[in-house]
């Protein structure tokens, strides 16, 4: 876990990150997971533009950590500016998406081949349901011809899944001509459905087929996810913007990613907040109240609502009782009111206010301000939970027009006063 804030105003967008980074390993079949507090998520992506990046969840992509695709990436662009800054997003996955040193061919072979190898359990597990066992381990029994049509109502099953927006049909096809006759070769010996029988082996084609459309159209559930964030401005941008990604790795040759709405600033615009990954304690800031008791709140409200209605009518006696359906939709109505109450007195006496006040704060208070809205949502995590996944020094960056990318706090993991050469190298 972790958290993130950008603070946006006409003048200058702050961008804050904590230092924790979480590694899970497995040992004698549990989980572990172990807490650091020196990760790097906040990097200046360009030395002649005002732009920054940071990124949230997963700390590597393909197993290459992060920090090396962006800071190859902004020696690669050296002095060259652009004019918008959604041209930046834009250039860097292209850079991370052909750089074939970082992200060799045969490396994202391998990714794909254990990408469809993961999905052989989900499989095989549907196949078992099917025959009406519980666990893959009680396929051992069943007759072939139970597996066969099994295996047909599974593969009818997966032709009925959606494939999300961000796939296509040129993604199932390359997949199958890159992974199929490995798979096939290697299935008999390593999946535990033909491993039980021998005669099943004349499935192994059938099966292949329906694990590589398996592995394909469920590949955003099971991939790992990182937000990305880039701040700042373009050549012939006045105002700052923000963009952000989700990026999901690569499916064979290809960068599988999510672009969110751009937030672009201009004379007029609301100051912006936006809080990334663990944001409970600066949504309850924003807002005035914390989120999920907000919710809880409008659900018990609901409840009630709902009862009070039938006790009045039992109360009154009333010849003709309203039937459930109708009393429901009066309480829905009422509720929707009652809640778009709510919601406009969270903006007129909190979102409001703090972003008019955001538009007239220096950029010290601004930076502060951040800093602050971290510390507080790390202060939580340490004294409810024990795993303290946001923590650790606090990184932030002002990113102005003609100021460019300055530092506010940045730590390091040497001593700065004993290593003058590293930033003469900088210069």
Not at 166 to 188: H, Y
Request: hydrophobic share 45%; proline share 5%.
């Amino acid at each position: 876990m972790t958290a993130e804030i950008a603070i946006m105003s006409r003048t200058a967008v702050v961008l804050a990150a904590d230092s924790a980074t979480t590694v899970t390993s497995w040992k004698d079949g549990q989980q572990e997971r172990r807490y650091f507090k020196g990760a790097n998520k906040l990097f200046e992506l360009s030395r002649s533009s005002p732009v920054g990046l940071m990124i949230y969840g997963s700390a590597g992509l393909q197993g290459v950590p992060w920090e090396l695709p962006i800071k190859a990436f902004r020696e690669t662009i050296g002095r060259d500016q652009y004019d918008r800054l959604e041209t930046y997003p834009e250039r860097f996955f292209e850079f991370v998406q052909h750089h074939d040193k970082l992200f060799s061919e045969e490396t994202k072979n391998l990714a794909l081949f254990n990408l469809i190898g993961a999905a052989a359990w989900r499989l095989q597990l549907m196949i078992a349901r099917y025959t009406g066992g519980e666990d893959i381990a009680d396929l051992a029994e069943k007759p072939l011809n139970e597996v066969d049509e099994a295996l047909s109502r599974a593969e009818a099953e997966i032709e009925e899944m959606p494939l999300h927006e961000l796939l296509n049909e040129a993604d199932i096809a390359n997949a199958t001509a890159k992974t199929m006759d490995a798979f096939a070769a290697e299935a008999g010996g390593l999946v535990h459905l033909f491993i039980q029988d021998q005669a099943r082996h004349a499935l192994i084609p059938r099966f292949v087929l329906a694990l590589v459309k398996l592995a394909v159209k469920q590949f955003l559930e099971y991939a790992d996810r990182t937000g990305v964030v880039i701040a700042g401005y373009g050549k012939e941008d006045f105002f700052p913007a923000l963009e952000v990604y989700d990026c999901y790795g690569f499916l064979g040759d290809r960068l599988i990613l999510s672009r969110k709405p751009a937030r672009l600033m201009d004379a007029s615009s609301p100051a912006v907040i936006q809080p990334f990954a663990t944001t409970q304690m600066i949504d309850t800031f924003r807002m005035g109240v914390a989120p999920d008791m907000f919710e809880n709140m409008l659900g018990s409200t609901f409840q009630a609502m709902n009862s009070l209605g039938a006790k009045v009518m039992a109360e009154c006696g009333a010849q003709s009782p309203l039937t459930q359906e109708r009393l429901q939709e009066l309480v829905e109505s009422s509720h929707s009111e009652h809640a778009d109450v709510w919601y406009q007195q969270i903006r007129n006496q909190h979102v409001f206010p703090l972003s008019n006040i955001i538009h007239s704060l220096p950029l010290p208070d601004m930076a502060g301000l951040a800093k602050s809205l971290i510390e507080l949502e790390s202060l939580k995590e340490r004294v409810t939970r024990p795993s303290e996944s946001v923590s650790g020094p606090i990184d932030v960056a002002v990113i102005s027009k003609h100021d460019g990318f300055v530092w506010i706090d940045r730590k390091h993991y040497f001593r700065p006063e004993l290593n003058p050469r590293f930033f003469k190298r900088a210069e």
